[in-house]
């Protein structure tokens, strides 16, 4: 089953994010969308950060490599890394085919509520998509 990213979250930097309870405590699981993959093409390395990092809202916590760019990997919430999807980096050509389910990068316990109100929803950021095309 994969998420719907019509209720997930975006950040303008292309960074979904799905905000969950666990455990008693907001998570948020963040990802790069299907739009900015698109953008990226062939992926060919990643940097992901380490569990335990705290991060602000905003701030950059890894890089995405393609053989077009290398992209800054943004936090669109302020908190702690809880976990970090460790296989990715190498089955970069699935993230592509599964960015929502597949493609998580991260899992953040949310600090506070910082940047959750600066987050798109589908419908905005599908608009500044088709702006920036």
């Not at 089953?1 to 905000?19: G, K």
């Not at 990226?40 to 077009?68: C, I, Q």
């Not at 970090?84 to 599964?98: A, S």
Request: glycine share 6%; hydrophobic share 40%; charged share 30%.
């Amino acid at each position: 089953m994969s998420r719907d990213e019509s209720s997930l979250l975006f950040a303008p930097t292309h960074e979904w994010t799905d905000i969950a309870e666990e455990n008693g405590a907001k998570v948020a699981t963040i990802g790069i969308s299907a739009f900015a993959l698109e953008q990226l093409n062939d992926l060919v390395y990643m940097d992901l950060p380490e569990v335990g990092r705290v991060v602000d809202a905003g701030e950059e916590m890894g890089e995405v490599e393609s053989v077009k760019a290398v992209s800054p990997l943004y936090s669109p919430v302020a908190g702690e890394i809880v976990e970090v999807h460790t296989e990715l980096p190498d089955q970069l050509e699935k993230l592509n085919e599964d960015p929502y389910e597949f493609g998580w990068i991260v899992k953040v316990k949310l600090r506070d509520d910082s940047g959750v109100d600066q987050l798109l929803d589908f419908d905005a950021y599908q608009k500044q998509c088709a702006e920036s095309a």
